[in-house]
């Protein structure tokens, strides 16, 4: 079974450019997942759902095949303020147990 994740990224900084960076990879129930058991492991006990020093190129890797666009987000109001990356290469392995925890 193939999952998807997205990462959504904002400029904090910039106040007049609401534009949002959306990572779209998908995942393949399997292997263990090193860095997203890092990432559940750093939000264990905790409400915040902001990760300090995280790095997403662990999770991600190098990009080597990717479709790029701009469009929407996909709940309401659906706005038009993103650039997605969608990675179009092989899937990377999330466990069942991994899985259970991120929802």
């Known amino acids: ?4 994740s ?3 990224n904002s400029d904090e900084t910039d106040s007049e450019d609401n534009t949002l960076v ?3 990879r998908l995942y393949a129930v399997g292997e263990e997942n090193e860095q997203i058991g890092e990432m559940i492991a750093a939000q264990r006990g905790s409400e915040d759902r902001n990760l300090d020093d995280f790095e997403l190129n662990k999770l991600y890797g190098p990009m080597k095949e990717v479709y790029t666009y701009s469009g929407g987000l996909t709940t309401p109001d ?7 990356v969608v990675r179009t290469d092989s899937p990377l392995t999330v466990s069942t147990d991994q899985l259970q ?3």
Do not use: D, P, S
Not at 1 to 4: G, M, P, R
């Open 78 to 84: 659906c706005n038009e303020i993103v650039h997605w």
């Open 6 to 8: 997205r990462t959504m």
């Open 1 to 4: 079974k193939i999952k998807e």
């Open 101 to 103: 925890q991120l929802r």
């Open 22 to 24: 959306v990572f779209a």
